[in-house]
């Protein structure tokens, strides 16, 4: 049984720092394209950030680009994300995400196969 679990999240103040960890098993995930996904309360789910499988090339959303990075470790099967620099508009449910497809990181979260179930992520001003 494939499952992604994510750890890190947690309550940090306007400006602080925060990792993200997405643990996988039940398969390999170092081919394909893997992402970290946000939701806010009210709001739909939306691309933060992804990671190619070869490369690996990364992607961002522009409200993360400069302060969050993306990055995996396939010989533990994790994808990880720092983010620093952090605003209350952060606050939401992060979500890591797999595909199966070999090509792609796309920004859309109905292209990804396997999902977290989330980590929340609070940041007070």
């Known amino acids: 049984q494939v499952q992604l679990v994510e750890s890190g999240g947690g309550l940090v103040q306007a400006g602080g720092s925060l990792r993200l960890s997405c643990a996988a098993s039940g398969r390999t995930f170092s081919s394909v394209g893997m992402g970290w996904f946000r939701q806010a309360p009210g709001k739909e789910r939306e691309f933060a950030a992804g990671i190619s499988g070869l490369g690996p090339s990364t992607y961002y959303a522009d409200s993360v680009k400069g302060r969050f990075t993306i990055s995996r470790d396939n010989a533990k099967n994790t994808l990880y994300l720092q983010m620093n620099s952090l605003k209350p508009e952060d606050t939401a449910v992060y979500y890591c995400?797999?595909?199966?497809?070999?090509?792609?990181?796309?920004?859309?979260?109905?292209?990804?196969?396997?999902w977290g179930q989330g980590t929340q992520v609070t940041v007070s001003s």
């Open positions: 995400a797999a595909r199966t497809r070999r090509v792609g990181v796309p920004r859309a979260a109905n292209e990804y196969d396997y």
